[in-house]
């Protein structure tokens, strides 16, 4: 009988875990080992949690889905965080045109200074593609081929809602690597 690739390393694993002695590998020795593992996966306890933090995870629980939106927009306004677009970086497609709107409401009130920021990737030199290629991948969080799609298909918009100093960073290391970037 022979092993391959998966089944083997299983096999072996468990051979190494339960071969202390022959004598010891015993169904008794083997239901208790899975009833530990059962056990380990079904917990549901939680840490222990401080009784103040307990009393506001019961209150929160207890309120409706406005109450906890209304709850989470408070929080955000007393917490000064952004509202950060979903996975860091923009969809293809579809994503542009849901954006317009919001771009209208904050155009609104002129007297306003903007604080959020869009960064596009307009072009790169072709001797530092690889490079560029890297920075995006490391940037953006995604896979080296979706990096590679991304970069070559420039122009395109790279980060949403960012602050003034973060985008202005990325701009310079960007233009250090032979990237054009621009900030909108």
Sequence with gaps: MSFTGPSLSRCCARSVRFSTHPSRRTPALLSQHRRQVMRRWESTEAAPTSPKVAGIVDQIS??????????????????????????????????APAAAPVEEEEAAPAAQEKTLFTLTLKSFEPTAKPKVIKEVKSMLGLSLVDSKKFVESAPKLMKEGLPKDECEKIMETMKGLGAVVTMD
């Design 62 to 95: 207890q309120l409706t889905l406005l109450e906890t939106a209304d709850l989470v927009s408070n929080l955000k306004k007393r917490l000064n965080i952004p509202d950060m677009p979903m996975g860091g970086f923009a969809a293809p497609g579809g994503a």
